[in-house]
Nanobody, 126 residues
Framework: QLQLVESGGGLVEPGGSLRLSCVTSGLPSSYFNMGWFRQAPGKEREGVSCIDSSGAITMYAESVKGRFTISRDNAKNTAYLQMDSLIAEDTAVYFC???????????????????WGQGTQVTVSS
């Protein structure tokens, strides 16, 4: 079983930056594709960015392309999401995810994800 723990969320002003981290345990993270999903109040959970097990292939939702960067360090069993130029619409609970098959062009449906973290709140507001 794989456990995921997110950190790094918080309150930031529009235009600011945050870096989310996701530390895994239980199994080597290098076994799994990983990603970040988010869920805003009243909305469905959506894929934000995903990365393959080696870190060579990354995928981004159109709404975050050019602003967010996903990466991973398998030696540290950690995945990251660098979020720059944040806007109010980025406000949501962000979840780390692992254990899914990707199309290599976009994150999967949340229903296809096997492992989830508990989530971390990101609020973009002045």
């Amino acid at each position: 079983q794989l456990q995921l723990v997110e950190s790094g969320g918080g309150l930031v002003e529009p235009g600011g930056s945050l870096r989310l981290s996701c530390v895994t345990s239980g199994l080597p993270s290098s076994y799994f594709n990983m990603g970040w999903f988010r869920q805003a109040p009243g909305k469905e959970r959506e894929g934000v960015s995903c990365i393959d097990s080696s870190g060579a292939i990354t995928m981004y939702a159109e709404s975050v392309k050019g602003r967010f960067t996903i990466s991973r360090d398998n030696a540290k069993n950690t995945a990251y999401l660098q979020m720059d130029s944040l806007i109010a619409e980025d406000t949501a609970v962000y979840f780390c995810a692992a254990g899914f098959i990707t199309s290599r062009t976009q994150c999967p449906s949340p229903s296809e994800v096997r492992f989830w973290g508990q989530g971390t709140q990101v609020t973009v507001s002045s």
